[in-house]
């Protein structure tokens, strides 16, 4: 990339995250989105977009292309990595924020057509250079790596809680089951699928699920190889998602108050991605919240001598300001690479 340019930012997929990471882009001054790929008329997708934001007006269609005050990106109707003329658009970095491919292959097709950096949205399926949670472990980014992930929402979320517990309250194991907003890839009428409970409606039931942070959970956080249990439980929410976690503490003497004031010291170290609650909310006041973690004082409970059990709130807003905190984690790996330092 070329020091002192803003970061050139293509994006493959513009569903929730794809626009929030656009209309985040579009107010700050160190990232341009130049392209987006999307199998989605422009029509449309400008209209999803202005259904969302705040202020509309400051998004406008012209032709084939999305203008905001800062930057023009072009939309393409293109739903393939290996389609998608990323050279074309001199792209620094794609975030691949389709949530379908999510394997090394897909993402070799990005930086084949012409991205130097390929950051995924959510956990892959296979081998890749490396997995970057902000406030986790971005000191062991390299500038070397092509194929990132972000992890997901929730990895992100159940990481920062595990280590920012374990820094002062050690930690036996646990079990977390995220209480999650229903996805786009689920039917809102029961429809044969490939799983049989997510072949049931979204809309009305609550439906369990498996999570894939325990799989990659060793990689992030070593020390919790094999320690952490993770479940899901989708429900009838379109936005806001809780975070369930029981923890055996190696220390029976461990209070709950004692997790509440390492947590806020968690917050005032990792401000922005950790924060506190106080107060009595509920899913929909997380709604707009750009933190990892929202850690909920009031859900902590002690039960018998060592096991603790803490709620904590999140959102997808959050790991879209996470995802654009990765790209300008690498943006700066390169500037320091180039001025050979």
């Excluded at 049989?196 to 956080?221: C, D, M, Q």
């Amino acid at each position: 990339m070329t020091k002192g340019r803003p970061i050139r930012l293509g994006i493959m997929g513009f569903g929730q995250t794809g626009r929030q990471i656009y209309e985040l882009a579009s107010r700050s001054a160190d990232v341009e989105v130049v392209a987006i790929a999307d199998v989605g008329k422009p029509e449309i997708l400008h209209y999803l977009l202005s259904s969302e934001v705040a202020e509309p007006q400051r998004h406008e269609l012209q032709g084939n292309f999305l203008v905001n005050p800062r930057f023009r990106a072009r939309l393409m109707q293109i739903d393939r990595p290996v389609e998608m003329p990323w050279d074309i658009f001199g792209v620094d970095v794609v975030i691949d924020s389709t949530g379908k491919f999510r394997d090394s292959q897909s993402m070799e097709a990005h930086l084949a057509n012409g991205a130097q950096r390929v950051l995924l949205r959510t956990l892959p399926v296979d081998h890749i250079d490396r997995i970057v949670v902000p406030g986790i472990n971005g000191a062991a980014a390299d500038a070397a790596d092509r194929m990132i992930s972000a992890g997901s929402p929730t990895t992100s979320a159940l990481c920062l809680l595990l280590q920012s517990l374990s820094a002062r309250c050690a930690i036996e194991c646990g079990s977390m089951t995220t209480v999650h907003a229903f996805t786009s890839d689920q039917s809102l009428q029961d429809y044969a699928g490939s799983d049989f409970r997510r072949s049931r409606s979204a809309a009305k039931n609550i439906i369990p699920n498996t999570h894939e942070a325990s799989l990659w959970l060793g990689k992030i956080l070593p020390e919790f190889e094999g320690r952490i249990m993770t479940w899901a439980l989708n429900v009838p929410v379109q936005e806001g998602c809780l975070l369930d976690v029981t923890l055996v503490m190696q220390d029976a003497a461990t209070t709950a108050e004692d997790v509440n004031e390492a947590m806020r010291a968690a917050a005032l170290e990792r401000q922005g991605i950790i924060s506190i609650v106080e107060d009595p909310i509920v899913s929909s006041d997380v709604i707009g919240n750009t933190s990892s973690l929202l850690f909920d004082t009031r859900g902590t409970l002690k039960a018998g001598s060592n096991i603790i059990k803490t709620l904590s709130w999140y959102e997808n807003l959050g790991h879209a300001a996470r995802l654009l905190d990765v790209v300008r984690l690498y943006g700066e790996l390169d500037r320091r690479q180039e001025d050979g330092l």
